[in-house]
C-alpha cells in the first residue's frame, strides 16, 4: 500500500512522541512491503503563533485529502488567556466537526508487566484491566449553544447539552459492533435520572440495542460509573456514553492502566477516515527533556493501522514490539517502579522500533 498521511506534531511534548511514531511507521512500511507518505502540518498553539489562529483552512484541505491524520498533541499555558473560540483546543473541535468523526475509541489495557504502576490495589487489579470507552464526539454540551447573557445575579455563563436519535443511534452502533469482537458486553453511561438528554439517550440505545440480541445492556448513571471503573473494573467490556461523560472517564480509565501516557484514542467517521492521538496531553513541563512517554502515540499508529487501514498484522507487530519492551523492563518516568530501568523518549521509540519484527 501507497499510505498518505497528515501528522501534526502540534504543542509541547507532541513533536517528541510523533519524532518516535514516524520511523516506526516506516519500518513497518520495509517490513511488510508498504510505503508511507507524511504531509506535516500545523494546529493548535503553535498554528496560533505562525497564522494567528487553531486551525488553518489548510490544515482541513490536507488532512481531508489523506488516508489518516497523526496528531501528537495540542495546548499549553501560554494560550490560557487566549478567549475560548481561540484557544488550541477548539483545533480539536474543528477538526472533529470538518472530518465528520464523530467516534472516539479509547482503549483501557493494562499491560501484566506494568501491575506496579497502576495505582488500585492488587486484588481489584487480578490479571489486568482491558476496557474500551466509546465516546460520542461530534454532540452534546461541547458542541451546543453557548453563551453569557445578564442575569439578576451579574453575568451568567451557559452552555447546552442536546443530543439527536441520529447521533446517539450510530454511536451506540459503533459500541455493539466493537463489543462483538469481544466480550459482548456494553454499559451505556449516562444521567437519565436528571437530564432530558440522557432520557433520551438511554431510549434509543434500548431500541439500537434490539439489532445486537448477541450483546448484553446495561445502564450505569455516571456518577456511579466513575465509582465503579475504581471499584472493579472488571465489571466492565465497552463503556458507550456522552462527549462530556467520556472525556471524564477516560482519562479515569486511563489512570487505572498505569499512565495516561500510555493509552492511544482513534477518532472515526463512516467514511474510515479517522484521526489518531494519544489521550495525554501537551505536558510542556516536560517538553524537550527526553522525558515524555512516546508510546500512547506509538499504540495510536496501530490503532490507524488497524481502522482505518485494515492492516491487522501490522498493528498487531507494533502491539506486540511495545509488550516486548515493557517486559524486558524498560520504562520512561511516568510508569518506574523498583527493579525496572529509566529510559527517556528517544530510546524507548528506538527499543520500540529494534522490538519490531
Known sequence: MNIGLAVIPGDGIGPEVTAETLPLLDKIGTLFGHSFTYTEVEAGGCAIDAVGEPLPQTTVDTCRASDSVLLGAVGGPKWDTLPGDQRPERALLGLRGALGLYANIRPALLHKSLRKACPLREDIVGDGIDLIVVRELTGGIYFGERGRRASQGGEEAFDTEAYNE????????????????????VTSVDKANV???????REVVIRTAADYPDVELNH??????????????????????????????????????????MLPSASL?????GMYEPIHGSAPDIAGLDKANPIATILSAAMMLRFSLGLQEEAAAIEQAVTDVLEQGYRTGDIMSPGT????????????????S
Open 341 to 356: 530501568t529509566l529510559i527517556g523518549t528517544a530510546a524507548m521509540g528506538k527499543r520500540i522500533r529494534d522490538a519490531l
Open 166 to 185: 441520529l447521533e446517539v443511534a450510530r454511536i451506540a452502533r459503533q459500541a455493539f459492533q466493537i463489543a462483538r469482537l469481544r466480550q459482548k458486553k
Open 269 to 273: 467517521s463512516d467514511s474510515g477516515v
Open 220 to 261: 450505569m448513571y455516571v456518577d456511579n460509573a466513575a465509582m465503579q471503573l475504581i471499584r472493579d473494573p472488571h465489571q466492565f467490556d465497552v463503556i458507550v456514553t456522552s462527549n462530556m461523560f467520556g472525556d471524564i472517564l477516560s482519562d479515569e480509565a486511563s489512570m487505572i492502566t498505569g499512565s495516561i501516557g
Open 195 to 201: 437530564l432530558e438528554s440522557s432520557r433520551l439517550w
